[in-house]
């Protein structure tokens, strides 16, 4: 099955730093890779999703970049601000009836003021 | 759209008992749904995966007789942790997709369980 490994596991930055998560996944044929920003007691909360078929995708400060021949896809949030800090997991999914999403360990990032 | 409510959002039971959770999709029709469970400081692991009318399939490790799921309707699945144990406690989360094959998921708020 499906397996995701995520790095780092924390994450701290200056504000108005970068910051990047990498992850990679073992199943080729994995074709969706979403990203979660999770806050403490919450639910995940996609903030970006990447398809197989693209190489990179970007939405104002985010944006995700996709190798397919080397299973690594990576988060980068630009310009970072305080309420960035949250934790971050990466997933993958399969393309079977199943549909089922499997996630990475997550990444806790903290923005230091 | 594409709202997922859980019911309760948290509970406290004793060792030994039974608690249902219920996770609805509030306005579209969930074709599948999914269970994980969150441990402290950990990731988000699936226990299970349920389509309506059809038993759900458990991922390796999970005990189905243990943790029942039922996905009798369109909107509504529920997970039934029998015989709870203070292991048992964690944040149950699910999550509802429109169709089999779909990419995206809407994730319920989650049900904190504790177990005394």
């Known amino acids: 099955g499906e397996n995701v490994e995520q790095h780092p596991s924390t994450l701290s930055v200056q504000e108005g730093d970068s910051a990047v998560i990498k992850c990679t996944y073992s199943?080729?044929?994995?074709?969706?890779f979403p990203w979660y920003k999770q806050e403490l007691g919450k639910r995940p909360q996609l903030i970006i999703d990447i398809r197989s078929n693209v190489g990179e995708k970007k939405d104002q400060r985010i944006a995700v970049t996709l190798n397919k021949t080397a299973k690594h896809f990576s988060l980068h949030i630009t310009e970072t601000q305080p309420e960035d800090s949250a934790v971050y997991f990466c997933?993958?999914?399969?393309?079977?009836?199943?549909?089922?999403?499997?996630f990475g360990s997550g990444t806790r990032l903290s923005i230091r003021p | 759209g594409a709202v997922v409510s859980q019911h309760p959002s948290w509970v406290i039971c004793k060792s030994g008992t039974s608690v249902k959770i219920e996770c609805r999709s509030l306005?579209?029709?969930?074709?599948?749904m999914f269970w994980y469970r969150q441990f402290p400081k950990q990731s988000l692991m699936l226990m299970a995966t349920?389509?309506?009318?059809?038993?759900?399939?458990?991922e390796q490790g999970v005990e189905k007789d243990k943790f029942l799921i039922n996905h009798a309707s369109l909107t509504l699945s529920t997970l039934t942790v029998t015989s709870a144990h203070p292991e048992d406690s964690s944040f149950y989360i699910c999550?509802?997709?429109?169709?089999?094959?779909?990419?995206?998921?809407?994730f319920g708020p989650g049900t904190r369980l504790t177990v005394t």
């Open positions: 997933a993958a999914r399969v393309y079977s009836s199943a549909s089922k999403i499997i």
């Open positions: 349920s389509n309506e009318g059809s038993k759900a399939t458990y």
């Open positions: 306005d579209f029709q969930a074709t599948t």
């Open positions: 199943d080729s044929a994995s074709n969706y």
């Open positions: 999550s509802a997709s429109w169709a089999q094959g779909a990419n995206e998921q809407y």
